[in-house]
């Protein structure tokens, strides 16, 4: 059983930078791949960023590249968001999600993902 807490969303301009993060629990976090997903008003919930296992490698919405980085710290048990240049539509609640399943891959679907966080609200005014 995994639980999973975001933290770190909030009220930021256009332009601006959050960083989301996600505290996990269970001792095997370094087994799973974990997700950043998110769900706007009126929206079915989207895939944002991915990050392997253990050598990190990364997948990304195509409208987030250059401006979104996953990463993860196993030590801690915590994966990250960095959110650079955020645009208004940008604004959503963020979900941490992680994947048990020992697949590899760009694993995008809300299916993959066994256990889901509460959610943090990342609103952006223009």
């Known amino acids: 059983q995994v639980q999973l807490v975001e933290s770190g969303g909030g009220l930021v301009q256009a332009g601006g930078s959050l960083r989301l993060s996600c505290a996990a629990s269970?001792?095997?976090?370094?087994?799973?791949?974990m997700g950043w997903f998110r769900q706007a008003p009126g929206k079915e919930r989207e895939f944002v960023a991915r990050?392997?296992?253990?050598?990190?490698?990364?997948y990304y919405l195509d409208s987030v590249k250059g401006r979104f980085t996953i990463s993860r710290d196993n030590a801690k048990k915590n994966v990250y968001l960095q959110m650079n240049s955020l645009k208004p539509e940008d604004t959503a609640v963020y979900y941490c999600?992680?994947?048990?399943?020992?697949?590899?891959?760009?694993?995008?679907?809300?299916?993959?993902?066994?256990?889901w966080g509460q959610g943090t609200q990342v609103t952006v005014s223009s």
């Open positions: 990050i392997s296992r253990n050598v990190g490698v990364t």
């Open positions: 999600a992680c994947d048990a399943a020992p697949l590899t891959g760009r694993r995008v679907s809300v299916s993959h993902y066994n256990y």
């Open positions: 269970g001792r095997a976090f370094s087994s799973y791949a």
